[in-house]
């Protein structure tokens, strides 16, 4: 079972700021078969990246995945006020499908 | 524009069993390239995958909750249902519903999610 560690916990930025939240498996996932979601309070997550470094529909160019086999990483290139939201990551390389614990993003 | 939308009780009584159902609207559930699955997120935690279902019936799920867990699917309806049975105060989270992406035979990335229902365990 491949466990997902999302460091930092938390990120304290300002807008205009560079954002880079990571994410490390236990062990490979098998190439790029990592998923990036944003969640905002009260709100369902949304797909953000898919197959490592592909934006979801309607995604804007700020937001970025890099990385493959154990270690990823999320870049949004300048924080605008409605990126401050929890992150995580999700693995779908193999059965079971788990989350990392998520990054929080917060207005410093 | 694809919704879905999950429905159920909202309180159940520990030692039974929780079940939720998720219409899909805008879109066929028989779609070939999708699977249909169930993610959940205890109150202030983080988000935990329960299972996921294809329109033929073929299922994954979370090994932890296997042994508790059904989703079914009923294609006439457009709708894919959870039963997680035996249920505890540790179950209670709001449930997700969400389409997701297959390739090869696997379910990949959740494109679409419902709003999410609380689920609140408690007699």
């Known amino acids: 079972e491949i466990v997902l560690t999302q460091s930092p916990g938390t990120l304290s930025l300002s807008p205009g700021e560079r954002a880079t939240l990571s994410c490390r498996a236990s062990q490979s996932v098998g190439g790029s078969y990592l998923a990036w979601y944003q969640q905002k309070p009260g709100q369902a997550p949304r797909l953000l990246i898919y197959g490592e470094s592909s934006r979801a529909t309607g995604i804007p160019d700020r937001f970025s995945g890099s990385g493959s086999g154990t270690d990823f990483t999320l870049t949004i290139s300048r924080l605008e006020p409605e990126d401050f939201a929890v992150y995580y990551c999700q693995h779908y390389g193999s059965s079971p499908f788990a989350f990392g614990g998520g990054t929080k993003v917060e207005i410093k | 524009q694809l919704q879905l939308q999950e429905s159920g009780p909202g309180l159940v009584k520990p030692s039974e069993t929780l079940s939720l159902t998720c219409t899909v609207s805008?879109?066929?559930?028989?779609?070939?390239?999708?699977?249909w699955g169930w993610i959940r997120q205890p109150p202030g935690k983080g988000l935990e995958w329960i299972g996921s279902?294809?329109?033929?019936?073929?299922?994954y799920y979370n090994p932890p909750l296997k042994s508790r867990v059904t989703i079914s699917v009923d294609t006439s309806k457009n709708q894919f249902s959870l039963k997680l049975s035996s249920v505890t105060a540790a179950d209670t989270a709001v449930y997700y519903c969400?389409?997701?992406?297959?390739?090869?035979?696997?379910?990949?990335?959740?494109?679409?999610w419902g709003h999410g229902t609380l689920v609140t365990v408690s007699s």
């Open positions: 969400a389409r997701q992406v297959k390739s090869g035979a696997w379910p990949r990335w959740s494109d679409y």
């Open positions: 805008g879109g066929s559930i028989t779609g070939s390239s999708y699977y």
């Open positions: 279902i294809y329109y033929s019936g073929s299922t």
